[in-house]
C-alpha cells in the first residue's frame, strides 16, 4: 500500500517565481490537508480539501497561495511569486474520511526553498 | 480548540519503558486524543489514538485518565528509532474543520 506521496522532496525557487507543490493521497482517501511547518517552529494547519471542494481554508495567507484537489489527479498547492519567507517544509496528509476519530496519513513533505 | 500541554523534552534508555505524559484539562466530552511523531525529517507519523478506553496497537500503548483531563504514551521498549518530537493532539468532531493542532511536542531522545 502506497502511502501519501509528496513530489518534489525538494525544491528551490527564486523570488517572484512560483512553486507547485503536488500530494496524491494514500489509496481511498479523499481528504486531504495541507501543513507548513517553518524553520525552528510547529506544523501549522493551512487548508482541509475534498474532491474538487476546499473545505476548510482558514489557515491559507490571503494572498499568493491557493490550493486544489482535481476530480483525477493529485492535490496541487500552488505559491505565486515566492518570497524568501515561504521557505518551509510543506506536508500533506490524507484521511479515509473526516470524522475526528480518524487519523491524518501523512507525507514526507517538500521542502521549499527560497534564493 | 482544546489545548495540551506536554514536557518539552524527555530522556530514555534504550530497551527501557517510555511513559510520555499529556494534560488536556479542558478536553471536551467527544474531543478524541491522537498521538504522533515526527522522526527528524520526516513527515508526523500517526501513532494511536482512544477516546475513554486505554488503547493498545503494534506501536504504543494509551492510557487515559478516568476523568479524561490527562493521558500518557507508553513506549513498551524504547529503541533508537524512537527518536522523535512526540505530539499529543485533541480532535473535536464539531463543524467541518479537521485541522490537527499541533503544540511544541516533547522531544523523546534515546540514549544507548
Known amino acids: 500500500n502506497a502511502g501519501v506521496m509528496q513530489n518534489p522532496r525538494h525544491l528551490v525557487r527564486r523570488r517572484g517565481q512560483e512553486a507547485r507543490l503536488r500530494c496524491s493521497p494514500m489509496k481511498g482517501h479523499s481528504h486531504v490537508y495541507w501543513y507548513r511547518q517553518l524553520p525552528e517552529e510547529g506544523l501549522k494547519f493551512m487548508v482541509y480539501l475534498q474532491k474538487e471542494n476546499i473545505i476548510d481554508e482558514s489557515g491559507m495567507p490571503k494572498e499568493r497561495f491557493s490550493a486544489e484537489f482535481p476530480k483525477e489527479g493529485p492535490s496541487i498547492l500552488r505559491i505565486q511569486q515566492v518570497v524568501r519567507g515561504d521557505s518551509a517544509a510543506y506536508f500533506c496528509?490524507?484521511?479515509?474520511?473526516?470524522?475526528?476519530?480518524?487519523?491524518?496519513?501523512f507525507g514526507d513533505g517538500t521542502r521549499l526553498s527560497i534564493l | 480548540d482544546a489545548k495540551t500541554t506536554q514536557p518539552n523534552s524527555m530522556e530514555s534508555n534504550e530497551e527501557e519503558p517510555v511513559h510520555l505524559p499529556c494534560n488536556h484539562s479542558?478536553?471536551?466530552?467527544?474531543?478524541?486524543i491522537h498521538w504522533y511523531r515526527q522522526l527528524p525529517s520526516q513527515g508526523p507519523e500517526y501513532v494511536i489514538h482512544g477516546l475513554t478506553s486505554n488503547v493498545n496497537n503494534r506501536m504504543a500503548s494509551l492510557a487515559i485518565a478516568e476523568d479524561r483531563k490527562s493521558s500518557t504514551l507508553i513506549l513498551h521498549r524504547a529503541t533508537l528509532r524512537d527518536a522523535a518530537v512526540y505530539y499529543c493532539?485533541?480532535?473535536?468532531?464539531?463543524?467541518?474543520?479537521?485541522?490537527?493542532?499541533f503544540g511544541s511536542g516533547t522531544q523523546l531522545t534515546v540514549l544507548p
Open positions: 496528509a490524507s484521511s479515509f474520511d473526516r470524522v475526528s476519530n480518524q487519523p491524518q496519513h
Open positions: 479542558t478536553i471536551s466530552g467527544t474531543d478524541y
Open positions: 493532539i485533541l480532535s473535536s468532531p464539531s463543524g467541518s474543520a479537521r485541522q490537527l493542532t
